[in-house]
């Protein structure tokens, strides 16, 4: 578990970004984050190490 995933599960619906009117809690970040990382994996073939 990442340092990340650790503080969504610890902190859940706190506030992690605030932009403006829109607001994100650590739980949306990370799923959001999550999702991203599945579309470049499976769109872009970006894995570990690849930029």
């Known amino acids: ?3 990340f995933e ?3 599960a ?3 619906e706190s506030s992690a970004v605030v932009y403006g009117d829109r ?3 650590y739980r949306d ?3 959001l984050s999550n999702r991203l990382g ?3 994996r499976r769109e ?3 894995g ?3 930029l």
Do not use: F, K
């Open 44 to 46: 872009h073939g970006v």
């Open 38 to 40: 599945d579309y470049l």
């Open 1 to 3: 578990m990442s340092l």
């Open 6 to 8: 650790s503080s969504a």
């Open 23 to 25: 607001e994100l809690s």
């Open 29 to 31: 970040l990370d799923g």
């Open 10 to 12: 610890l902190y859940g």
């Open 48 to 50: 570990r190490e690849v």
